[in-house]
C-alpha cells in the first residue's frame, strides 16, 4: 500500500455516472444503472451519481441515500439529523419530531412519481474536498476519514480526473492485511 498511489485505485471520471445539475432524479437512477454496465469484473458498483455544472464542474454527488431523502421533501425542514444528535438531542425527542412530520404518507409509489422530477441541483451534496491523483493512500485514507465521506473527487493540476470511493480504499486495505496474515 505504501507504493500505490491515488490513481491506482480511482476510478476514471469517464466511467462514471455523471449528469449536469439540471438533470433530474430519474435521469441520475439511468446514469448510474448505465455506468454498473461498464463496470470491470471484481470492481465495486457505484453507489452515487456525480453532478456537473453548465462548464462540466463537478460541483456535487447524489449518494443513495440522498436519493431515498429525497423522496420526503420534508426531511429538509429538520435538517442535519446527524447533527441534532450530536448536539445532545436525544433519540426519543428526535423520534418524536420526526413522528409529528408525519414522514412518509404517501404510498412508495406516489413519493417515486414525485421523485422522478426533482432537479438534481436541489438534492445533491455540494463537493469541496479533493485528493491529488499522486497522493499516497496514507493520504487518501486520513482525507476520507477526516472528512466522513464516502468518497473524494481526483485531481490533476485544477482538473477532476477521477473518484476514489471508501470501498475501492477498503479493498485495497483488506487485501493487504489478508496478503499479510499469509
Known amino acids: 500500500m505504501d507504493r500505490k498511489k491515488v490513481k491506482d485505485l480511482m476510478v ?14 430519474l435521469d441520475a437512477i439511468i446514469a448510474l444503472d448505465q455506468a454498473q454496465k461498464h463496470l470491470p469484473a471484481g470492481r465495486q ?5 456525480l453532478v456537473v455544472d453548465d462548464n462540466k464542474k463537478v460541483i456535487g454527488k447524489i449518494g ?5 431523502k429525497a423522496l420526503e ?4 425542514m429538520l435538517g442535519d439529523l446527524g447533527r441534532l444528535s450530536r448536539a445532545g438531542l436525544s433519540p426519543t425527542f ?3 419530531m420526526m413522528d409529528n412530520f408525519q414522514f412518509f404518507q404517501e404510498s412508495l409509489n406516489d413519493l417515486c412519481r414525485r421523485a422522478i422530477y426533482i432537479k438534481a441541483k436541489d438534492v445533491m451534496h455540494p463537493v469541496t474536498e479533493s ?8 493520504e487518501a485514507l486520513h482525507k ?10 481526483v485531481t490533476r493540476g485544477d482538473k477532476m480526473v477521477g473518484l476514489l470511493r471508501l ?5 485495497e486495505v483488506a487485501k493487504q492485511m489478508k496478503g499479510l496474515a499469509l
Open 167 to 171: 470501498s475501492d480504499l477498503f479493498d
Open 131 to 138: 485528493i491529488d491523483e499522486n497522493a499516497s493512500l496514507h
Open 45 to 49: 458498483p457505484h453507489r452515487a451519481v
Open 94 to 96: 428526535i423520534s418524536s
Open 73 to 76: 421533501p420534508k426531511y429538509n
Open 12 to 25: 476514471p471520471l469517464d466511467d462514471y455516472a455523471v449528469i449536469s445539475q439540471e438533470s433530474t432524479l
Open 64 to 68: 443513495q441515500l440522498a436519493f431515498l
Open 144 to 153: 476520507i476519514i477526516m472528512n466522513q465521506t464516502l468518497s473524494i473527487l
